[in-house]
């Protein structure tokens, strides 16, 4: 089984619609993200967690919104959805960091979740 | 902050050719730097990581990298390539250290790398 889930896989909707993405991992992660991924942009950061309590915006976190339900699931919403909306989706997730400045925990990536807004 | 700028959209090449993907970084504070590759239809996974120590690190699927901290340069190589490397590679950076900004990536545009029989 895959250590982080994306759902769905492909979604399609319409232009303001309301669309939740989900993630779940069994990683024991304390950390996850949101990225969307544009071609020729790279992937850039909507949201982020440290853990339950703690969430931050992203360089991009306009007209989006996101709820840590608990430390194994983190869901990103689309409140009403619009067509420049239309991406690739990547959640990922990381350990806490156990060491000093020097350390570095790697991330893990989902499947992502092509979202289509008509 | 931190940028990243992929120098190549795209890299077309044989099979058993080399191959270099060129990735520069601008940061005002020391960095992480990281190569991803996304396979089609697949997420990122980790190829190799630059966190301090030796400038030539090595990667999975024999893949490498060199940091060059005078030109701010973290170009990915690999001496004969496959079809199977045909994917999409992601230069990334990371800022080293405590505060909310550890642990966030910040990725360049991607080159896509496709080669051919």
């Known amino acids: 089984d895959a250590d982080v889930t994306q759902t769905p896989r492909n979604r399609i909707t319409k232009t303001g619609k309301r669309i939740m993405l989900e993630c779940s991992q069994t990683?024991?992660?304390?950390?996850m993200y949101w990225y969307r991924q544009d071609p020729g942009l790279g992937l850039r950061l909507i949201y982020y967690?440290?853990?339950?309590?703690?969430?931050n915006k992203g360089e991009i976190s306009d007209g989006y919104s996101v709820s840590r339900q608990a430390q194994a699931k983190f869901s990103l919403s689309l409140e009403s959805a619009i067509p420049n909306q239309t991406a690739l989706y990547f959640c990922?997730?990381?350990?806490?960091?156990?060491?000093?400045?020097?350390?570095?925990?790697?991330?893990?990536f989902g499947p992502g979740t092509r979202l289509t807004v008509l | 902050a931190q940028s990243v700028t992929q120098l190549d959209s795209q890299v077309p090449v044989f099979e058993e050719a080399p191959v270099e993907l060129r990735c520069n970084y601008s940061?005002?504070?020391?960095?992480?730097l990281f190569w991803y590759v996304q396979y089609p239809n697949q997420g990122l996974q980790l190829l190799l990581k630059y966190l301090s120590g030796s400038t030539l690190v090595k990667g999975i699927n024999g893949f490498e990298a060199e940091f060059n901290k005078s030109q701010t340069s973290f170009h990915l190589r690999k001496p004969s390539v496959h079809i199977s490397d045909t994917a999409e590679y992601f230069c990334a950076v990371s800022a080293p250290g405590g505060g909310t900004s550890y642990g966030k990536l910040t990725f360049g545009q991607g080159t896509i790398l496709t080669v051919h029989p």
């Open positions: 940061s005002s504070v020391s960095v992480y």
């Open positions: 990922a997730t990381s350990d806490r960091l156990a060491g000093g400045p020097s350390s570095y925990n790697e991330q893990f």
């Open positions: 967690s440290f853990d339950v309590k703690d969430i």
């Open positions: 990683k024991g992660h304390d950390r």
